[in-house]
């Protein structure tokens, strides 16, 4: 399938308005339609759109998707369907809060799903972070050139998967204490995040544009600087944890 994407999904709203038009003519029953992931966190890279729909009464999943996706639309759309008695499990609502913007309806039933949530663990960032270690010792175990540079790119990308992971641990949190207005990360960790996204996930990995002299030396730069970012939006989670009692 042929990837489709404009410059940004900022300026995209008639667009958008389009589409929520013509999946509420599939389904009427529709009472929230969220716009979630990269398009949203970076939406000067993101190669196409993740929509969650949420319905009173799920209709054929084709339709939803048709609708989304018309054969003259500028770009692709990936569909999620949830119906408003069922809660989705815990991971896959954390990835939604991580990064959201609500193109119809007014929130209330992602609010109510963000409620359901317990507390949360950074057990899938660490593992994230184990996996980017075990990728660049495969790099310097193979001598094949297209197979080394594979193993590279997936362990810069492993720790900004990382670093993602705990953003939406972190923001989920908010998310359940403040409603969805208070739903960006902190201006310090927010910038941090905006480098993780443009050296590790789009430059290393993308472009394959990491250093080919001392890559090691690199990772190892980068691991630090996830490490740290891990471990403090770990203690502000707890300090948030710690409020809410």
């Known amino acids: 399938m042929t990837v489709k994407r ?8 008639d667009v958008f308005n389009q589409k929520c038009k013509a999946l509420i003519r599939w389904d009427p029953d529709i009472v929230e339609i969220i716009q979630f992931g990269s398009s949203v966190y970076a ?7 993740d929509l969650v729909i949420i319905t009173r009464n799920e209709k054929y999943y084709a339709g939803y998707f048709d609708a989304a996706n ?3 639309a500028p770009f692709n759309v ?7 008695n069922k809660a989705p499990k815990p991971d896959l609502l954390r990835s939604i809060l991580g990064a959201f913007k609500i193109l119809y309806g007014d929130g209330r039933y992602l609010l ?3 409620k359901t949530l317990g507390d949360p663990t950074f057990d899938e960032s660490t593992t ?5 270690a075990d990728y660049m010792s495969l790099a310097k175990a193979t001598e094949d050139p297209l197979l080394k540079d594979r193993h590279i790119r997936e362990a ?6 990382a670093t993602r992971l705990a953003s939406m641990v972190y923001l989920s949190i908010e998310i359940s204490r403040w409603g969805l207005v208070k739903r960006r990360l902190p201006k310090q960790y927010r910038r941090d995040f905006e480098t993780f996204i443009e050296i590790l996930h789009l430059k290393y990995l993308y472009n394959g544009e990491y250093p080919r002299e001392g890559v090691e030396e690199e990772f190892q ?10 471990g403090n939006l770990k203690k502000e989670s707890h300090r948030a944890k710690e409020r809410k009692q």
């Open 156 to 161: 810069f990308d492993a720790l900004f998967h």
């Open 6 to 13: 404009p410059k940004s999904f900022n300026v995209l709203t």
């Open 78 to 84: 990936d569909v999620l369907v949830l119906n408003t």
């Open 128 to 132: 994230s972070l184990k996996a980017a």
């Open 43 to 49: 939406p000067e890279r993101a190669k196409d759109v």
């Open 221 to 230: 730069t980068w691991l630090k600087k996830v490490q740290e970012y891990v």
């Open 70 to 72: 018309p054969e003259d």
């Open 112 to 114: 109510e799903y963000a």
